[in-house]
């Protein structure tokens, strides 16, 4: 099994461009979440999915969307990219209750680093 | 909603020396309580995790956690550390939020450095 995956691992954009950062599990995770990590913030979510079809904002979703077409895939996308949005972005899964002491436990992937200029 | 509170944000320690991490909570419901570790460069891995039964939890690498339900504490600890164990650790729990669904919040990290 792969894991999480995500891509791409680093990008650079210019204030007001658009992007789509893909994350994809091969674990048959119900739950999907993407989180932005900046220093001394620790992680905060931006936004997440309970299945396939559906998300929910997090703590931070302003200036970000996503899709779940597929149980297996999730989109976030920036529309007009922000400096503010210079960020580690991560991808994580989890199975939903139902699972025992694996309920909930998250897998991360290896990031993406934007900047954004 | 939950809240998670890492005491120290840097520690520094020198090799063998023993290291407890302080992660606070508040939630007044059941808890799931995880400890994450992030190497340099590297993604987030779980180093142990708390759902039920014996509150000492072990991990790997040696980690143990005290789960202490009286003082909603999760409390990392290593008898022993080693330069490998720099890092930053992560405290972080699940709990229902408002709309329902479960969610991990996170602590702001505690940094290790471990000299040799």
């Known amino acids: 099994n792969a894991g999480v995956t995500q891509t791409p691992k680093f990008r650079v954009l210019k204030t007001g461009q658009s992007m789509t950062l893909l994350c994809a599990q091969d674990?048959?995770?119900?739950?999907m979440y993407w989180y932005r990590q900046d220093p001394g913030m620790g992680l905060r979510l931006i936004h997440y999915?309970?299945?396939?079809?559906?998300?929910a904002k997090g703590e931070v979703p302003d200036g970000y969307n996503v899709s779940r077409l597929k149980k297996q895939n999730f989109l976030l996308g920036l529309e007009s990219a922000a400096p503010s949005q210079t960020s580690v972005y991560f991808c994580?899964?989890?199975?939903?209750?139902?699972?025992?002491?694996?309920?909930?436990?998250?897998?991360f992937g290896p990031g993406t680093r934007l900047t954004v200029t | 909603a939950q809240s998670v509170s890492q005491h120290n944000h840097h520690v520094i320690l020198s090799e063998a020396a023993s290291l407890e991490l302080g992660c606070n909570y508040s939630?007044?419901?059941?808890?799931?309580l995880f400890w994450y570790v992030q190497y340099p460069g590297q993604h987030l891995q779980l180093l142990l995790k708390y759902f039920s039964g014996d509150p000492l939890v072990k991990g790997i690498k040696g980690f143990e956690a005290e789960f202490i339900k009286s003082k909603f504490s999760f409390n990392l600890r290593k008898p022993s550390v080693q330069w490998s164990d720099t890092a930053e650790y992560f405290c972080?729990?699940?709990?229902?939020?408002?709309?329902?669904?479960?969610?991990?919040?996170f602590g702001k990290g505690t940094k290790l450095s471990v000299i040799p």
């Open positions: 939630y007044g419901g059941t808890v799931n």
């Open positions: 999915s309970v299945g396939e079809g559906t998300t």
């Open positions: 994580a899964s989890s199975y939903d209750r139902g699972h025992g002491s694996r309920s909930y436990e998250q897998y």
């Open positions: 972080a729990v699940n709990a229902k939020s408002g709309a329902g669904s479960y969610q991990l919040t």
């Open positions: 674990m048959n995770h119900e739950y």
